[in-house]
């Protein structure tokens, strides 16, 4: 049995680990206290580069993993169980908090394209996704389509970050964020299972 995640499986991926859900509050916290212009170039500026690193790993990682002779099973196994072990933050637990000094342009690069967008869960995810899906034109087309959304619904949040916060979401985003965790453990559980069907490891489930 072909195991391959449907386009609904990859965009919940990548928005649980590449979305707005992580970055949003480390985003308002190290900009807290900074004019709106400040806030939207940095927004542009953190968002461009996730989004360039994002794309350099979905092009390059068939590439490495061949040249390093990785199965898919390997690969499958290695990130779904880095995916498992990221736990989620505690609803409640985050809360924007005024930076000590005022931030330097350079927090674009870090710490908001990273790690608060492109997160490790994020790069683990695009390599899982590139490694089980089929690998023709049409198929990379759509994954790198909806890593783009993703990356655009990350740059709407970060652009309009003091209004999201202002109407109360800080407390809601991480409970989503806590509940739709659960889903991508499942998920990455399922991943898992598929490689050991591969290795025949395991028959899979009739």
């Known amino acids: 049995m072909n ?3 449907s386009y609904g499986d990859i965009f919940i991926l ?4 590449l979305g707005p859900l992580k970055a949003i509050l480390p985003f308002a916290r190290v900009t807290r206290g900074t004019d709106l212009d400040f806030q939207r170039t940095v927004a542009w500026r953190s968002t461009a580069i996730a989004t360039a690193i994002a794309l350099v790993v979905a ?4 590439l490495v993993l061949g040249n390093w002779h990785v ?3 390997a690969v499958s196994i290695a990130q ?8 989620p933050p505690a609803p ?4 924007p908090q005024a930076s000590p000094s005022p931030p330097s342009p350079a927090i674009a690069v870090f710490p908001v394209a990273i790690p ?3 997160t490790a869960p994020g790069i683990a995810a695009i390599a899982v996704i590139i490694s089980l899906n089929k690998h023709d034109l049409a198929n990379e087309v759509m994954v790198i389509v909806l890593l783009l959304v993703v990356m655009v619904l990350n740059l709407l949040t970060l652009w309009n970050n003091e209004t999201i ?5 800080a407390g809601i985003l991480p409970v989503v964020g806590w509940v739709l965790a659960v889903l991508q453990a499942a998920l990455a559980v399922q991943i898992i299972l598929h490689a050991l069907r591969v290795l025949e490891v395991m028959r899979w489930p009739a």
Do not use: D, N, W, Y
């Open 165 to 169: 916060l202002k109407h109360g979401l």
């Open 71 to 73: 199965s898919s099973p």
């Open 59 to 62: 092009l390059l990682a068939p």
């Open 92 to 95: 409640g637990s985050a809360a």
């Open 3 to 5: 195991f391959e995640l």
């Open 116 to 118: 608060a967008i492109l």
């Open 80 to 87: 779904a169980l880095r995916i498992v072990m990221q736990t």
């Open 14 to 17: 990548f928005f649980l680990t």
